[in-house]
């Protein structure tokens, strides 16, 4: 089942500068399409099911997304805190923090990487929702965000996350419990 | 007008040198919280022989066709599947029935008391549990050591390798008559479908998308005390276990009769319980 498309206001990102030519420009992460994979189990005990909420789904969807963006701008383009832990660490669950290695905050961004500036391109995800009537079990964002990165020296670079998060509803909010996504940057990331 | 063209191929040119001249490198993240619980982990499978709609009714309080304990090792990735006869003797009662009387909370307790072995969840299903999760699937490939032809059950499958559709997925696991072993044999089938769809799944889910529907069929065709957020956990806990690493067991009896008459099986169970106390799961 699809549901509307949504897009996300995109947020002015603290201590991102405005240049005037893109630079700092928080990304503007569009959900392109929301499907929703139920889990009513009425149908083996022969009682009436609960139809899947439309809107519990897009509310959901939009926390979901709202994650991803915060995660991408902080991780991607705030001056402040790009290609750092915090933002890893503010995206992941209590548990995926536990688990994440080396090797996965880097997939992350989380890199030591000489960035002059980073200039952000078209951001979307596509989204499936795993739903029991209002109730939300989780939200799996496929994603895809561009951006030139410009290292310490003035070359610039595509660069691109993509991938798929799963976010769950958790005591610290929407929080991404499981990730599989890549990073493309320029060589000289770790 | 022509030098400004010019001009901007140039530029083009050599900004695509510049680009090019200055490879990327991709890094990948993939994070998979294990299950909370290290170590031991313990589900009752429960098949109902209620629910519609072939049979309606409260499947929680049918009469339990399957019975087979599932023990995990979550750090090793190895698993042991216990195959429970349905007519054992439990306490002087035959087993499937208890789930009739009890309702699966107490019927697991009172076959963790009978096993010794602590259970953490149960999960029950039923018929059309088996089709729509076989036919979710695609099908499940298994293979079929002796022909199975039996009229009451359905089945009709030559011996050899095949893909199962749902209906002949529960024919299978159904059939009692022409497998060897009669109940017991038909009890291994279970297990040996458990196993088979087991290595479908892995074989079918290669991302996360794919794992939420993969949990979400599931769900639809299942009754459990599992919380649902472990659900996600589990099944990429289940997916990283090898098929080579998945022990299957059947508990030996001998027939008997009852207190009331009716004709139960005094269960032999071995060490099939005291390895998975043990913590020795999978071969």
């Keep these: 089942m699809a549901v509307a498309a949504c897009q996300a206001a ?130 799996t964002l496929s994603f895809n965000a561009l951006l030139t990165v410009e290292l310490a020296g003035g070359t610039a670079s595509a660069a691109k996350q993509s991938g798929a998060m799963t976010f769950l509803p958790t005591e610290e909010g929407w929080r991404a419990d499981a990730v599989e996504v890549t990073i493309e940057l320029p060589e000289g990331a770790p | ?45 429960i098949g109902s022989d209620i629910g519609p709609p072939h049979r309606p009714g409260d499947p929680l309080h049918g009469r339990a066709d399957g019975v087979h304990l599932i023990a995990v090792d979550a750090t090793t990735r190895r698993a042991t599947i216990v195959n429970i006869p349905r007519d054992a003797s439990v306490g002087g009662q035959k087993l499937s029935d208890l789930l009739y009387y009890l309702g699966p909370d107490a019927f697991t307790a009172r076959v963790a ?73 038909r009890s291994a089938n279970h297990g040996n479908l458990m196993r088979f769809a087991h290595a479908q799944v892995r074989g079918n889910v290669t991302n996360l998308p794919e794992l939420g529907r993969m949990v979400a069929l599931f769900a639809r065709n299942t009754v459990t005390n599992i919380p649902r957020s472990e659900l996600l956990p589990l099944a990429r806990l289940a997916l990283m276990i090898e098929p080579g690493d998945v022990r299957q067991t059947a508990l030996q009896g001998t027939f008997g009769f009852g207190p009331g008459g009716a004709s139960v099986v005094h269960v032999q169970p071995g060490d099939a319980f005291d390895r998975i106390r043990a913590g020795q799961v999978g071969p």
Aim: proline share 5%; aromatic share 4%.
């Design chain 1, 10 to 139: 995109p947020e002015a990102s603290p201590g991102a500068s405005d240049r005037g030519d893109g630079a700092g420009a928080p990304f503007d992460l569009t959900v392109e399409d929301i499907v929703i994979v139920g889990m009513d189990n009425a149908g083996i005990l022969g009682v009436a099911g609960t139809p899947p909420s439309d809107a519990a789904a897009a509310a959901a969807v939009s926390a979901a997304r709202d994650a991803l963006g915060a995660f991408l701008n902080a991780q991607l383009v705030d001056e402040a805190t790009r290609f750092s832990a915090a933002p890893v660490d503010q995206l992941l669950s209590a548990r995926a923090r536990a688990t994440a290695s080396e090797n996965d905050r880097a997939g992350l961004g989380q890199v030591d990487l000489p960035v002059a500036r980073t200039i952000t391109g078209p951001a979307s995800a596509v989204a499936e929702v795993l739903l029991h009537g209002e109730e939300v079990h989780a939200v």
């Design chain 2, 113 to 185: 008391e009978f096993a010794g072995v602590r259970i953490d969840y149960w999960a029950l299903m039923t018929f059309r549990s088996i089709e729509d999760v076989v036919d979710g699937l695609g099908g499940v490939d298994v293979h079929i050591p002796q022909p199975m032809h039996d009229a009451f059950s359905g089945s009709k499958f030559p011996a050899g390798p095949q893909r199962l559709a749902g209906h002949q997925a529960l024919a299978y696991v159904r059939d009692r008559k022409s497998v060897a072993g009669g109940d017991f044999g």
């Design chain 2, 1 to 45: 007008m022509r030098r400004l063209a010019l001009a901007v191929v140039v530029a083009g040119c050599l900004l695509g040198l510049a680009a090019s001249a200055f490879a990327t490198a991709a890094l990948r993240a993939s994070v998979h919280p294990a299950h909370a619980q290290d170590g031991l982990l313990t589900i009752l499978a």
